[in-house]
Nanobody, 120 residues
Framework: QVQLVESGGGLVQPGGSLRLSCAAS????????MGWYRQTLGNQRELVAT???????NYADSVKGRFAITREDFKDIVYLQMNNLKPEDTAVYYC??????????????WGQGIQVTVSS
């Protein structure tokens, strides 16, 4: 079993900042990547940012220059620093960890989701 615990969401005014955290624990094998996705009602889950085991990052165009993803390797924690937040950033944010299991191959693990609301 793999557990992902997210924290740091909430309500913030436009232009404000939030920092999301996700701590992974349990039977995790070699982590290929960690990341954040988001979803709004009626829409598909979309990529926000990912970071690989070697530190490579990838961002959605809509968040480039405003969001930054980092990780603490030895603690299997990933962060998403969100600055200059906009109302369109409002969504449920999900943490993702992708690992490589000797028996099951590549596996995707998801957190329970955390609400981020940007509103005045």
């Amino acid at each position: 079993q793999v557990q992902l615990v997210e924290s740091g969401g909430g309500l913030v005014q436009p232009g404000g900042s939030l920092r999301l955290s996700c701590a992974a624990s349990g039977r995790i094998f070699g982590i290929n990547a960690m990341g954040w996705y988001r979803q709004t009602l009626g829409n598909q889950r979309e990529l926000v940012a990912t970071i690989t085991s070697s530190g490579g990052t990838n961002y959605a165009d809509s968040v480039k220059g405003r969001f930054a993803i980092t990780r603490e390797d030895f603690k299997d924690i990933v962060y998403l620093q969100m600055n200059n937040l906009k109302p369109e950033d409002t969504a449920v944010y999900y943490c993702n960890v992708r690992d490589l299991s000797p028996g099951d191959g590549v596996r995707d693990h998801w957190g329970q989701g955390i609400q981020v609301t940007v509103s005045s």
